[in-house]
């Protein structure tokens, strides 16, 4: 497999956009990242996005932004994987300009929620329809199930997960596009809506509009834009039973251990080696819980360790979601994994300002989708 | 809920109808083709316990739409005695004086309704006992 | 020998006491309670119909029967609240239960006796020889009208019989029916709440099919009141069974093992069956039961029932009556019982 590079990136700010389309939200996305990188054209395209079809009854979607980006006659393709959409969509890119079949490809990401839908109902479509949401479970739900096993396995406590979403936000203050750029106290957490015993409103990533995409290329490519410094070192995916009920352990996210261990196999690191990372924090017990499967902390050890201050920006051991997390970022679900990937872009290019990780050398970007059935990993580092 | 969709489910969900694998004898609810355990193709009709344990739960206060006049409900993962996991709902429980470990039965319950006009479904949901 | 082989009763655990429906409506509850003899009845809880009640009553019965489903040739099931006046309640009870496919299924239409009927329709398929095992069940989740009368009585809950020729329990030994055209209470198709016409609803109505059945079933039968250990009469509140039993000539002692309305309310078709589950929970071989059924429009059915030694047998098999009424009772206030029964309207 070829050496493969990110040469640039763009997304839209994350937010309910009323006044754009999906089309529009992903093409203001993929020109600024075709502008970033320097390239006069891309030889095809991923865009990653859960259901247009259940939240704008659009489907073929590929077809739909190869035509609103003027590109046709590319190759275009809708990737799903629930909440995984982006971050699979980027691993095939990598893989198309790996395999040598391409030398330039576009990686994007996109989702409209708010057009009307009951974005419960379609949310809920990523976990097993007859055998869990047909019980009236939702999406928080399952997370605070496994929030409650955690809870009850290891003493993680409700200021713990509270801890996640206060410094989510604190990140999230200081990024751009990021949708809430308010602090939050762990009082107001602790305070919020009661939504699925024992999460709260503010434990919950929200509902959101958005679009990102990136650019990846062939290190020739790169190396002819002089944009040869940030290479991909590491993508792998996995995956585990649909329904959380049969999982091996409910306080542990098999598909985050398995895609890790490939990942950092194939990129020859180990945990410790992470300067930092962007986690799926849906819920922020997730966030505790993928921080633990990477490998970070001990099992049972990741609430402790983000109340101890070791995930924080500026002084943690490894800063998580120096972004503000899908948490305060915003989580238009087929965007994230992309925006994650372009967090550790700017970060490896010391373009991330105010939000930049001292000494970024080597990040780590981990995209899941529903309770954890599918997983992918990127491990990208400074050239 | 779509007739045939429901329909297919029926067995399972009023007699909690699970297989049996030939080769390993773990046991997949609902049937399935392939065994999860060692892939094997060959399995026997096998029903569940209707007794379990607690092993986690919630209560939704923010449910979709067909739910939303149920909240506050309680849904729980429960081991049934032969090991065998579930999620389902645990009704005319105190929603706020559940525990993991509680013993709890199945019962049989309308679990949802198809708006007012479209069909009943029905299916297990667990009570304490 | 044929008669019950098998019987099962439910009663959802939640309940509404006469006192909060009175302050709801401004109504003196020490005189309802008095008047009616009514303390509180039973409330279905969100997720229960009468087909998850009749399931669970059925399950009841099979348990105490010990024979397989299979072997059950029909499934009548009586009620005025069907959840589906198209497709018939004991469809999905049969899958529930691993009954059929090749079975019988009809629903029973007759106000507070479709119960009775279709147990009676039930014993006749098995005394003919059409069939080893048939299954009646009587099983409501009727509608009160806010601020009417009917609000304080009516409630859920039913009872199934399996009747069959082997190891009978409860031998039927007469049977008859007594029915006229009599316009007492009804509902139109289409309608939510069922009407009736007051005071006309007790003796041209209620008094008359029951002692008009009554004492046609005694001198069938040659006996008299006091040849029976038990009596039980469709209890639409807690005065009129007794005054029936008074007019046929029973005394209060005969009728209270089954007299279970101050507590559960009326359940419709459930009414005088789930009144007969609670007699054969407590029954000793040999006893004598007297039982007339009431069902608005107007009819009534009448059984003589003798117990066998079988019954010492299969009481302990499944719940019994008086478990489910007095334990694990979740008391609610008139807003969670409007929610329960569907009185609230929704934005549909």
């Given at each position: 497999m070829r050496d493969v590079y990110v040469i640039g990136a763009g997304m839209t700010p994350f937010g309910e956009l009323w006044n754009k389309s999906m089309r529009e939200i992903f093409v203001d996305a993929s020109l600024a990242a075709i502008q970033d990188a320097g390239v006069d054209h891309v030889d095809s395209l991923y865009v990653g996005a859960m259901s247009p079809g259940l939240?704008?009854?659009?489907?073929?979607l590929g077809a739909v932004v190869a035509d609103f980006l003027g590109i046709t006659p590319i190759a275009a393709t809708r990737v799903e994987s629930a909440c995984a959409s982006g971050g699979i969509s980027f691993r095939q890119a990598f893989l198309e300009v790996a395999s040598g079949a391409s030398d330039i490809v576009l990686a994007g990401g996109v989702e409209k929620m708010t057009d009307g839908a009951d974005v419960t109902e379609a949310l809920a479509t990523a976990a097993d329809q007859e055998y869990e949401v047909y019980h009236g479970i939702t999406f928080p739900g399952l997370y605070a199930m496994i929030a409650r096993a955690h809870m009850h396995q290891f003493g993680t406590t409700r200021e713990q997960l509270a801890a996640v979403a206060v410094k989510n936000h604190r990140n999230g203050m200081k990024n751009p596009n990021a949708q809430f750029r308010s602090e939050l106290t762990l009082e107001q957490v602790m305070k919020s809506t009661m939504v699925a015993d024992p999460l709260r409103l503010l434990d919950c990533s929200p509902v959101s509009d958005g679009g990102a995409a990136v650019i990846v290329a062939s290190a020739e490519v790169a190396s002819k834009l002089k944009r040869k410094n940030v290479k991909v070192t590491a993508s792998a995916q996995a995956s585990d039973t649909i329904?959380?009920?049969?999982?091996?352990?409910?306080?542990?996210l098999d598909a985050v251990v398995r895609a890790s261990e490939k990942a950092y196999k194939m990129a020859s690191k180990k945990p410790g080696d992470i300067n930092f990372a962007e986690v799926h924090d849906c819920f922020t017990i997730a966030e505790i819980v993928i921080t633990e499967d990477l490998g970070f902390f001990e099992k049972g050890k990741g609430g402790e360790a983000v109340e101890k201050g070791l995930t924080a920006r500026e002084s943690g051991k490894i800063p998580i979601n120096s972004s503000g997390g899908l948490k305060s970022k915003g989580h238009p679900v087929g965007a994230t994994g992309i925006a994650q990937i372009i967090e550790l872009y700017e970060q490896l290019s010391g373009r991330a300002g105010d939000r930049q990780v001292k000494a970024a050398k080597v990040g780590l970007a981990q995209n899941m989708g529903g309770s954890g059935a599918s997983c992918v990993v990127h491990i990208l580092e400074a050239t | 809920m779509i007739s045939p969709r429901y329909a297919r489910e029926i067995p399972h969900r009023y007699q909690l109808l699970a297989a049996r694998c030939s080769s390993c004898g773990s046991i997949a609810f609902p049937p399935r083709r392939v065994c999860r355990k060692c892939q094997g193709q060959k399995f026997e009709a096998a029903k569940l316990s209707s007794e379990g344990t607690i092993l986690t739960f919630t209560v939704i206060r923010v449910g979709a739409d067909r739910f939303s006049k149920q909240t506050p409900y309680a849904v729980a993962i429960v081991e049934l005695n032969d090991g065998v996991k579930i999620t389902t709902q645990i009704a005319d429980a105190d929603v706020d004086t559940l525990q993991i470990g509680q013993k709890v039965r199945l019962v049989f319950r309308k679990i949802q309704e198809d708006g007012k006009a479209g069909i009943l479904c029905y299916g297990y949901k667990a009570v304490l006992v | 020998m044929v008669g019950i082989v098998g019987y099962g009763s439910y009663l959802p655990r939640y309940r509404i006491k006469a006192e909060v429906i009175a302050r709801q409506w401004g109504a003196d509850a020490e005189a309802i309670k008095r008047g009616l003899q009514l303390t509180e009845k039973t409330v279905p809880g969100q997720d229960e119909d009468t087909i998850t009640i009749s399931v669970e009553a059925a399950r009841g019965a099979i348990q105490r029967a010990q024979i397989d489903p299979q072997e059950i040739g029909a499934v009548y099931i009586g009620s005025e609240s069907h959840p589906y006046a198209v497709k018939p309640s004991g469809t999905v009870l049969i899958d529930a239960l691993g009954i059929g496919p090749h079975v019988h299924v009809a629903s029973y239409e007759f106000a507070c006796k479709a119960g009775s009927e279709a147990m009676y329709v039930a014993y006749s398929h098995v005394k003919s020889g059409e069939m080893k095992y048939a299954l009646g069940i009587g099983a409501d989740t009727s509608q009160g009208a806010?601020?009417?009368?009917l609000e304080y009585s009516a409630s859920a809950g039913g009872a199934a019989y399996i009747m069959g020729t082997e190891r009978v329990a409860a031998e039927i030994l007469f049977t008859n029916s007594y029915t006229s055209d009599t316009p007492d209470f009804w509902r139109r198709e289409g309608e939510f709440y069922p009407r009736h016409a007051g005071r006309f609803t007790g003796d041209p109505a209620y008094f008359k099919h029951i002692v008009g059945a009554g004492e046609t079933l005694l001198q069938k039968s040659k006996l008299s009141p006091r040849d029976f250990t038990h009596a039980v009469f469709h209890m639409p509140n807690g005065k009129f069974p007794q005054e029936a039993g008074r007019r046929l000539g029973f005394t209060k002692q005969q009728l209270e093992a089954g007299w279970i309305v101050p507590w559960m309310g009326n359940t419709y078709s459930g009414s005088s069956p789930t009144g007969l589950a609670a007699i054969l929970d407590i029954a000793k071989p040999g006893d004598l039961v007297f039982m007339v059924s009431f069902g608005s429009g107007a009819g009534s059915d009448g059984f003589i029932y003798r117990l066998t030694e079988e019954i010492k047998a299969i009481q302990d098999r499944a719940p019994k009556v008086r478990e489910m009424l007095d334990n694990g009772k979740i008391y609610l206030d008139y807003g969670q019982y409007t929610k329960h029964r569907h009185k609230i309207k929704l934005n549909e």
């Amino acid at each position: 497999m070829r050496d493969v590079y990110v040469i640039g990136a763009g997304m839209t700010p994350f937010g309910e956009l009323w006044n754009k389309s999906m089309r529009e939200i992903f093409v203001d996305a993929s020109l600024a990242a075709i502008q970033d990188a320097g390239v006069d054209h891309v030889d095809s395209l991923y865009v990653g996005a859960m259901s247009p079809g259940l939240f704008i009854g659009q489907e073929h979607l590929g077809a739909v932004v190869a035509d609103f980006l003027g590109i046709t006659p590319i190759a275009a393709t809708r990737v799903e994987s629930a909440c995984a959409s982006g971050g699979i969509s980027f691993r095939q890119a990598f893989l198309e300009v790996a395999s040598g079949a391409s030398d330039i490809v576009l990686a994007g990401g996109v989702e409209k929620m708010t057009d009307g839908a009951d974005v419960t109902e379609a949310l809920a479509t990523a976990a097993d329809q007859e055998y869990e949401v047909y019980h009236g479970i939702t999406f928080p739900g399952l997370y605070a199930m496994i929030a409650r096993a955690h809870m009850h396995q290891f003493g993680t406590t409700r200021e713990q997960l509270a801890a996640v979403a206060v410094k989510n936000h604190r990140n999230g203050m200081k990024n751009p596009n990021a949708q809430f750029r308010s602090e939050l106290t762990l009082e107001q957490v602790m305070k919020s809506t009661m939504v699925a015993d024992p999460l709260r409103l503010l434990d919950c990533s929200p509902v959101s509009d958005g679009g990102a995409a990136v650019i990846v290329a062939s290190a020739e490519v790169a190396s002819k834009l002089k944009r040869k410094n940030v290479k991909v070192t590491a993508s792998a995916q996995a995956s585990d039973t649909i329904t959380l009920h049969d999982r091996k352990q409910l306080t542990t996210l098999d598909a985050v251990v398995r895609a890790s261990e490939k990942a950092y196999k194939m990129a020859s690191k180990k945990p410790g080696d992470i300067n930092f990372a962007e986690v799926h924090d849906c819920f922020t017990i997730a966030e505790i819980v993928i921080t633990e499967d990477l490998g970070f902390f001990e099992k049972g050890k990741g609430g402790e360790a983000v109340e101890k201050g070791l995930t924080a920006r500026e002084s943690g051991k490894i800063p998580i979601n120096s972004s503000g997390g899908l948490k305060s970022k915003g989580h238009p679900v087929g965007a994230t994994g992309i925006a994650q990937i372009i967090e550790l872009y700017e970060q490896l290019s010391g373009r991330a300002g105010d939000r930049q990780v001292k000494a970024a050398k080597v990040g780590l970007a981990q995209n899941m989708g529903g309770s954890g059935a599918s997983c992918v990993v990127h491990i990208l580092e400074a050239t | 809920m779509i007739s045939p969709r429901y329909a297919r489910e029926i067995p399972h969900r009023y007699q909690l109808l699970a297989a049996r694998c030939s080769s390993c004898g773990s046991i997949a609810f609902p049937p399935r083709r392939v065994c999860r355990k060692c892939q094997g193709q060959k399995f026997e009709a096998a029903k569940l316990s209707s007794e379990g344990t607690i092993l986690t739960f919630t209560v939704i206060r923010v449910g979709a739409d067909r739910f939303s006049k149920q909240t506050p409900y309680a849904v729980a993962i429960v081991e049934l005695n032969d090991g065998v996991k579930i999620t389902t709902q645990i009704a005319d429980a105190d929603v706020d004086t559940l525990q993991i470990g509680q013993k709890v039965r199945l019962v049989f319950r309308k679990i949802q309704e198809d708006g007012k006009a479209g069909i009943l479904c029905y299916g297990y949901k667990a009570v304490l006992v | 020998m044929v008669g019950i082989v098998g019987y099962g009763s439910y009663l959802p655990r939640y309940r509404i006491k006469a006192e909060v429906i009175a302050r709801q409506w401004g109504a003196d509850a020490e005189a309802i309670k008095r008047g009616l003899q009514l303390t509180e009845k039973t409330v279905p809880g969100q997720d229960e119909d009468t087909i998850t009640i009749s399931v669970e009553a059925a399950r009841g019965a099979i348990q105490r029967a010990q024979i397989d489903p299979q072997e059950i040739g029909a499934v009548y099931i009586g009620s005025e609240s069907h959840p589906y006046a198209v497709k018939p309640s004991g469809t999905v009870l049969i899958d529930a239960l691993g009954i059929g496919p090749h079975v019988h299924v009809a629903s029973y239409e007759f106000a507070c006796k479709a119960g009775s009927e279709a147990m009676y329709v039930a014993y006749s398929h098995v005394k003919s020889g059409e069939m080893k095992y048939a299954l009646g069940i009587g099983a409501d989740t009727s509608q009160g009208a806010p601020g009417d009368a009917l609000e304080y009585s009516a409630s859920a809950g039913g009872a199934a019989y399996i009747m069959g020729t082997e190891r009978v329990a409860a031998e039927i030994l007469f049977t008859n029916s007594y029915t006229s055209d009599t316009p007492d209470f009804w509902r139109r198709e289409g309608e939510f709440y069922p009407r009736h016409a007051g005071r006309f609803t007790g003796d041209p109505a209620y008094f008359k099919h029951i002692v008009g059945a009554g004492e046609t079933l005694l001198q069938k039968s040659k006996l008299s009141p006091r040849d029976f250990t038990h009596a039980v009469f469709h209890m639409p509140n807690g005065k009129f069974p007794q005054e029936a039993g008074r007019r046929l000539g029973f005394t209060k002692q005969q009728l209270e093992a089954g007299w279970i309305v101050p507590w559960m309310g009326n359940t419709y078709s459930g009414s005088s069956p789930t009144g007969l589950a609670a007699i054969l929970d407590i029954a000793k071989p040999g006893d004598l039961v007297f039982m007339v059924s009431f069902g608005s429009g107007a009819g009534s059915d009448g059984f003589i029932y003798r117990l066998t030694e079988e019954i010492k047998a299969i009481q302990d098999r499944a719940p019994k009556v008086r478990e489910m009424l007095d334990n694990g009772k979740i008391y609610l206030d008139y807003g969670q019982y409007t929610k329960h029964r569907h009185k609230i309207k929704l934005n549909e």
